[in-house]
């Protein structure tokens, strides 16, 4: 059987014919390969079979575009020449892929699908680059509720007394029962429902103001408290909206869960068909309710940034996060691990002095006896939430961008308008983040009323007249978790 050569060449079998070589692009033809150098004291024209003609051959050895010449494989060629990688007109392209394009990032992230280590760094780095407006903010209204849930604590523990837990093997008579019992609802109730409402409106003003404030760091923009207030405060009303819908939801949940056991019992059902049921209810409970917190967890970044009413950001949330539950689950658990870590570790040095000034083991730090040790924890507690609550709020920011730019092609958007170099403000930065808008070309503006057409909706990495999946730029694609 006779291999088959390419044309031109001729299989020999040791009668002086020529030997059959590889099948390379022909040596006069640019960028041609040429057999290796013949060795001292070989006649020309190789053993190979090469023809002693084709050693000056053009493409050929030692010749210009041939292996290991001026213009050839690897080396740079001269006026004309074209080397490894090179192209002249009408001629192949042959050489490794050209450098592909690094994201554009303005502000504290690239503008491209992010890791999570990206949005970790996010988010400390805009607490960097913008201290005023984030460490500002929240230490400005933790002091606001700190201030007013001390008062009212110094006020109860004046009038009624202390709350204080008993010693470990102390036994407590029945008057002793009692009156603890006593000061808990006279004291502890009220303080922390006090606590609690705080905590609800200092949460949703900061979620607000917070927002703002990353999201003009992605792009690159420091705004002041002032500037953020103004921004946020007519989207307060609907963030509180939002925010109250999501624990009701919650709550009916555990609401039908309560519901089917009443009526189980009411029907007189088996003791252990009712145990059984109040076990798996309560798994399924909570696991609803894990789902709907991460499903929802969009909702304050869409009514803020994109404008939306409660009910519109809920459903906003959930077609976002739809799909990336499991990351997004991910993700939200190690910041709020970070979170914890950190307010734990800044609160130790205000806890032990506030247990040396004789908080003793009150059952909360608010409800002592000794007002150097209320005071204390107070502080305490300013200076943990104002470090831990602006990187719980980058995070979520900065996760609902990464949503968006995967699903939406917001890169795109957001390159378009940090190429501008001017700050949008009002409605033009708005336009920015509603859903729809599209990459503007050049020198037009990603303003009002430039949203996407019938048909023209943005699809994962799309811009305008660019088929989904081809719009982003060269290595933006998803990194991997």
Known sequence: MTDNVPPGTSAGDGDGGTQPRPWF????????????????????????GQPAGEAGAPGGYGASGGYGASGGYGTPGGPGQQGYGQSGPGQPRYGPWPSQPQAPKPGVIPLRPLGVGELLDGAFTSIRRNPRATLGIAAILLTASAVITTAVSLLLVHYFGTVTLPSPGQKLTDAQATRLLTRILEVLAPTVGVSAVLAFIVDTVLTGLLTVVIGRLVLGHKITAGEAWRIARPRIPALVGATLLIPLILIGVWGVYAVVLVIFALANAPGALIGLLAGVGAIAAIVLTIWFSIMFRMAGPAVVLEREGPAQALARSWRLVRGSFWRVFGITLLAGLIVLVTAGVLQIPFGLLAAMAGGGNS?????????????????????????????????AVLLYVDLRMRREGLDLVLQTAASSGAAPAGDEFASLWRPGAQAAGPGQGAGPGQGAGPGQGAGPGAGPGVPPGQGGPPGSGPPTW
């Open 25 to 48: 692009p022909p040596a006069g033809e640019p960028g041609g390969y040429a057999p290796p150098p013949y060795e001292p004291g070989q006649p020309p024209g190789d053993g190979a």
């Open 363 to 395: 059952l909360l730090p608010s409800t002592g006896g000794n007002v150097g040790s209320i005071l204390i924890s107070a502080v305490g507690g300013v200076v943990a939430g104002a470090v831990a609550r602006p990187i719980s709020a980058g995070v």
